[in-house]
Nanobody, 125 residues
Framework: QVQLVESGGGMVQAGGSLRLSCTAS????????MGWFRQAPGKEREFVAV????????YYAASVKGRFTISRDNAKNTVYLEMNSLKPEDTAVYYC??????????????????WGQGTQVTVSS
C-alpha cells in the first residue's frame, strides 16, 4: 500500500501562484510515476501533470503547459506542483495519484493505484 498526503491548496486571485505538495509513504517502490489530477464540480476528473520517479520525465495537460511545473524530491518521497498564472478555470479539487502507467496512459485515472484525499484550489477573478 502507498499513502499519499497532499497539502498547499487554498484561495488565490487570478494571475497568482500556489504550490501543491504530495508526500508518499509505504511501498513507494511499487509505483514509478506520481501525478496530479483535478476535478471541478460537475466535471470528470482530468489529468494535469505527471512525473517519473527515476527518469524524471514529465507530461502536462495542454491547458496547464507553460504555467504549471511538476517536480520531485526523491529523498523526501515528495512531488510538487508549482502553479503560476492561475485562472478561474483552474478551480478544482486537486488529487495526487501514484501508479505505473505507460507513457501513453499517463492521463488515464484508472491507471493509477493510489490517490490522495484531495486539496481545494480556488481561483477568483
Amino acid at each position: 500500500q502507498v499513502q499519499l498526503v497532499e497539502s498547499g491548496g487554498g484561495m488565490v486571485q487570478a494571475g497568482g501562484s500556489l504550490r501543491l505538495s504530495c508526500t508518499a509513504s509505504g511501498r513507494t517502490g511499487s509505483t514509478n510515476r506520481m501525478g496530479w489530477f483535478r476535478q471541478a464540480p460537475g466535471k470528470e476528473r482530468e489529468f494535469v501533470a505527471v512525473i517519473h520517479w527515476s527518469g524524471g520525465s514529465t507530461y502536462y495537460a495542454a491547458s496547464v503547459k507553460g504555467r504549471f511545473t511538476i517536480s520531485r524530491d526523491n529523498a523526501k518521497n515528495t512531488v510538487y506542483l508549482e502553479m503560476n498564472s492561475l485562472k478561474p478555470e483552474d478551480t478544482a479539487v486537486y488529487y495526487c495519484a501514484a501508479g505505473s502507467p505507460t507513457a501513453l496512459r499517463v492521463g488515464v485515472p484508472g491507471r493509477y493505484d493510489y490517490w490522495g484525499q484531495g486539496t481545494q484550489v480556488t481561483v477568483s477573478s
